[in-house]
């Protein structure tokens, strides 16, 4: 089993910066590819960035692109995603997840993630 923590959410104004924390526990991350998804209010739940399993391969949402950086810590176990230049369409919950052991490739598909956090709410005021 895998217990996933997030981090880091907070209030923020447009333009400025968060740093998310995804702390992983009961295994290594180094076993798993991992992602971050968010969900807004009354919308489906969408796709933000993941990473490989080695950490060498990243892949973005075409809305964060250039703005959000996903990261991985694998000897603390810990995921983050660095979001810069922050607007008010990127208020959600934001999730971490990670797929399960052997699955090394990173996904933009929530069904390939077999655990998921707690969730952490991100506000973006204008």
């Known amino acids: 089993q895998v217990q996933l923590v997030e981090s880091g959410g907070g209030l923020v104004q447009a333009g400025g910066s968060l740093r998310l924390s995804c702390a992983a526990s009961?295994?290594?991350?180094?076993?798993?590819?991992m992602g971050w998804f968010r969900q807004a209010p009354g919308k489906e739940r969408e796709f933000v960035a993941a990473i490989s399993r080695s950490g060498g391969s990243t892949t973005y949402a075409d809305f964060v692109r250039g703005r959000f950086t996903i990261l991985k810590d694998n000897a603390k176990s810990t995921v983050y995603l660095q979001m810069n230049s922050l607007k008010p369409e990127d208020t959600a919950v934001f999730y971490c997840?990670?797929?399960?052991?052997?699955?090394?490739?990173?996904?933009?598909?929530?069904?390939?993630?077999?655990?998921w956090g707690q969730g952490t709410q991100v506000t973006v005021s204008s």
């Open positions: 997840a990670a797929r399960s052991a052997g699955y090394y490739r990173p996904s933009d598909d929530p069904k390939d993630y077999g655990y």
């Open positions: 009961g295994r290594t991350l180094s076993m798993s590819a």
